[in-house]
């Protein structure tokens, strides 16, 4: 069945959780960056302006600095992504070179949405950024903030950012396949779409699977669905191993993922 977005697509927030950018050993998942980058460049070359809001600076900082899991106090984790932010931007400068694109890091706090020159500073660095074609690569700034690192997998700013960018679409991919039904305790089939967001589909949501990457999860995304759709951005929850997961979602012809009007 095919989808039909309430705007014509032309700018689309992109958010790829940590799972999907570190393996189990926290070095870079290189086929999945490589998949990512080359999707989001064809996505470019078709004329859309996609934003990209990249986790894993802590899960490749702490295999940088050779850790075997995930610390549980704070500092660790701002030391660790402070490492890892800088890798994640080496590799994704090359594989956005290797297609003459250019990447730009833009490193956001809670206080850059709640200011108000602060959010139109970022805002009119955004909109710079897209309308010269290099593709905004976002992730909170770890270093002096904590609530990302706390709540959630950049789920929430994800949103912050769709919202911001006035985006008409923002596709959260992570390494389940969207939202399952539970009955009996069991994950059942899956929503394809998903209008309101009731106590049931609360319910269905979990926890993060694996608490050594990230500490998102599908009530993280819930919670950020509910912020998009309050500037009423759609929101599409998929699974980034899912083969041109991307391009299949923005070219709207299969029920990919669950889909949150
Ligand atoms: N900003 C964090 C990162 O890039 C979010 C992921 C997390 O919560 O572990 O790693």
């Known amino acids: ?34 998949s990512l980058v080359s999707q989001i460049c064809d996505l470019e070359d078709a004329g859309l302006e996609v934003v990209f809001v990249s986790s894993g600076a802590i899960a490749l900082g702490l295999g940088q600095m050779g850790a075997r899991g995930r610390p549980t106090d704070t500092p660790s984790l701002q030391a660790a992504a402070a490492v890892g932010q800088a890798l994640l931007m080496r590799l994704y400068g090359d594989l956005f070179k290797k297609r003459g694109r250019v990447c730009a890091q833009i490193l956001l706090t809670w206080d850059d949405f709640n200011t108000q020159l602060r959010h139109r500073n970022a805002c009119n660095t955004l909109n710079v950024l897209l309308d010269r074609g290099v593709v905004p690569i976002i992730n909170e700034n770890d270093t002096i903030s904590t609530d990302e690192i706390k709540f959630g997998d950049n789920d929430k700013l994800s949103a912050m950012v769709a919202a911001m960018a006035r985006a008409h679409l923002l596709i959260m991919l992570s390494d389940v396949d969207g939202l399952y039904k539970k009955e009996g305790g069991k994950l059942t089939e899956k929503f394809s779409e998903v209008h309101e967001i009731t106590d049931e589909i609360k319910s269905a949501a979990g926890g993060a699977r694996d608490k050594n990457l990230s500490k998102g999860g599908m009530i993280t995304k819930l919670n950020a669905v509910e912020i998009a759709s309050l500037a009423s951005v759609p929101c599409i929850i998929a699974n980034g191993q899912t083969p041109d997961v991307i391009r299949r979602i923005v070219l709207g012809k299969e029920p990919l993922g669950t889909y949150f009007f």
Do not use: D, Q
Not at 14 to 26: D, F, P, Q, R, T
């Open 1 to 34: 069945m095919a989808r039909r977005f309430p705007r014509k697509l032309k700018r689309v927030v992109i958010k790829v959780g940590s799972s999907l950018l570190a393996n189990h050993l926290l070095k870079p998942h290189e086929t999945s960056l490589k």
